[in-house]
């Protein structure tokens, strides 16, 4: 079992950075890959960005390339995604989701809103 909790989420303007933590409790963090989505009002959850269990492969929505960077500490149990530049249309709850198949969880979710 592994429970998530992220954090870091807030109110910024445009143009601004914010960094999402996301901690897991239990000893098998280091065996699940560990990704971002996000939900906008209205909208389906869409995924933001991801990174496999060693950490050395990512991979990011197009819409995030370039300006988000998603990083894992393995000994901390915890994954990252620093954002920056952020747009008003990052406006949205961002969800830590962790991977072993056939075992997923997700987090409760953190907001961000980015003002224009």
């Known amino acids: 079992q592994v429970q998530l909790v992220e954090s870091g989420g807030g109110l910024v303007q445009a143009g601004g950075s914010l960094r999402l933590s996301c901690a897991a409790s239990?000893?098998?963090?280091?065996?699940?890959?560990m990704g971002w989505f996000r939900q906008a009002p209205g909208k389906e959850r869409e995924f933001v960005a991801a990174?496999?269990?060693?950490?050395?492969?990512?991979y990011y929505a197009d819409s995030v390339k370039g300006r988000f960077t998603i990083s894992r500490d393995n000994a901390k149990n915890t994954v990252y995604l620093q954002m920056n530049s952020l747009k008003v249309e990052d406006t949205a709850v961002y969800y830590c989701?962790?991977?072993?198949?056939?075992?997923?969880?997700w987090g409760q979710g953190t907001q961000v809103t980015v003002s224009s």
């Open positions: 990174i496999s269990w060693s950490g050395g492969s990512t």
């Open positions: 989701k962790a991977t072993n198949l056939p075992r997923i969880y």
């Open positions: 239990g000893r098998t963090f280091s065996s699940h890959a």
